[in-house]
């Protein structure tokens, strides 16, 4: 198996224009558990080791702020740091000990189309909790809109140290782990946000909690179905803010010898959207809202 620098996908940054609104949604419907509150930030945490999958910063409008990766140790997160300033990335916050929960070392920069990516090390883990089949237990994957996909590729692979898993018409997926991607990058005529994806621990969980959303009153964007590259199970919603979020399980787990796919491999029948056929159209809203969200630093 490939040594990868960074271990994982660990939390996102979001900006919302009410906090206080936001917590409630993020735990009473999203189904995340409250970890820390100041007065302009919450951090919410599922079910798993990580101690923040989540943040919640008061802000004048809704943006993605940054996306947090989990290094293997100090020494892959300098090389981390020193190869992502050499493609072009700016530093943009130095090597520190973050006041977060979880605490660890971090620098974060920011790519040349405005994104902010932080890489962590040494955080603090806690002991999970006993799984809960509603309830996400970490973050499975960001996707993000790129402009130029092979550019954007490019900065993960080179840049980061991913492994490309799949190629489809619209989307290149990538990896840092055995997850068969931690990364999205779809084809837009924007670089923004398409949507962060949360894990539960089987496709009852993406029922269910899906259930829980439409009893608070929010309507599937797009699902459930199955995807074609990563296999996984999904359920999209939008946010009272405007971010697609997905409910999602059984992420193909890939190894070395996995054959990267191509486009050729990731067709549907007419009328399809996802392996089963069985997902209606994705909404327009839900469309609108996975290219509206912009990266802020």
Same mark, same amino acid.
């Given at each position: 198996?490939?040594?990868? !620098?960074?271990?994982? @996908?660990?939390?996102?940054?979001? #900006?919302?224009?009410?906090?206080?609104?936001?917590?409630?949604?993020?735990?009473?419907?999203?189904?995340?558990?409250?970890?820390?509150?100041?007065?302009? #930030?919450?951090?919410?945490?599922?079910?798993?080791?990580?101690?923040?999958?989540?943040?919640?910063?008061?802000?004048?409008? %809704?943006?993605?702020?940054?996306? #947090?990766?989990?290094?293997?140790?100090?020494?892959?997160?300098?090389?981390?740091? #020193?190869?992502?300033?050499?493609?072009?990335?700016?530093?943009?916050?130095?090597?520190?000990?973050? $006041?977060?929960?979880?605490?660890?070392?971090?620098?974060? &920069?920011?790519? =040349?189309?405005?994104?902010?990516?932080? /890489?962590?090390? *040494? !955080?603090?883990?806690?002991?999970? *909790?006993?799984?809960?089949?509603?309830?996400?237990?970490?973050?499975?994957?960001?996707?993000?809109?790129? !402009?130029?996909?092979?550019?954007?590729?490019?900065?993960? &692979?080179?840049?980061?140290?991913?492994?490309?898993?799949?190629?489809?018409?619209?989307?290149?997926?990538?990896?840092?782990?055995?997850?068969?991607?931690? /990364?999205?990058? %779809?084809?837009?005529?924007?670089?923004?946000?398409?949507?962060? +994806?949360?894990?539960? =621990?089987?496709?009852?969980?993406?029922?269910? +909690?899906?259930?829980?959303?439409?009893?608070?009153?929010?309507?599937?964007?797009?699902?459930?179905?199955?995807?074609?590259?990563? $296999?996984?199970?999904?359920?999209?919603? &939008?946010?009272?803010?405007?971010?697609?979020?997905?409910?999602?399980?059984?992420? @193909?787990? &890939? $190894?070395?010898?996995?054959?990267?796919?191509?486009?050729?491999?990731?067709?549907?029948?007419?009328?399809?959207? *996802?392996?089963?056929?069985?997902? =209606?159209?994705?909404?327009?809203?839900?469309? %609108?809202?996975?290219?509206? /969200?912009?990266?802020?630093?």
């Amino acid at each position: 198996m490939t040594a990868f !620098d960074i271990s994982g @996908l660990r939390s996102v940054d979001f #900006t919302v224009p009410d906090l206080g609104a936001a917590v409630e949604f993020y735990t009473a419907a999203w189904g995340l558990t409250l970890a820390d509150r100041r007065s302009d #930030t919450a951090w919410l945490r599922g079910t798993g080791e990580d101690r923040q999958l989540l943040a919640l910063h008061a802000g004048e409008r %809704a943006a993605i702020r940054s996306m #947090t990766f989990r290094a293997t140790d100090r020494e892959a997160q300098a090389r981390l740091s #020193t190869r992502l300033q050499g493609i072009g990335c700016r530093l943009t916050s130095i090597l520190h000990t973050t $006041d977060e929960p979880g605490a660890g070392v971090a620098f974060a &920069v920011t790519d =040349p189309t405005g994104r902010t990516i932080r /890489i962590v090390a *040494d !955080d603090e883990r806690r002991i999970a *909790d006993p799984p809960a089949v509603d309830r996400a237990e970490r973050l499975a994957h960001v996707n993000i809109n790129s !402009d130029d996909v092979a550019r954007d590729t490019a900065l993960f &692979v080179d840049g980061l140290g991913f492994r490309l898993t799949d190629r489809s018409k619209m989307m290149a997926f990538v990896r840092t782990n055995s997850d068969h991607h931690s /990364i999205v990058i %779809a084809e837009a005529p924007v670089n923004t946000l398409n949507h962060v +994806a949360f894990l539960v =621990p089987t496709w009852e969980g993406v029922m269910r +909690a899906s259930g829980r959303m439409v009893d608070h009153g929010f309507a599937i964007g797009w699902g459930v179905g199955r995807h074609g590259p990563g $296999d996984n199970v999904f359920a999209y919603f &939008v946010d009272p803010f405007g971010f697609v979020i997905e409910q999602t399980a059984e992420v @193909l787990q &890939v $190894d070395d010898d996995y054959r990267v796919g191509s486009p050729a491999d990731w067709t549907w029948a007419s009328g399809r959207t *996802d392996q089963w056929g069985i997902a =209606p159209p994705k909404s327009d809203a839900c469309k %609108a809202a996975q290219l509206a /969200i912009p990266f802020a630093g």
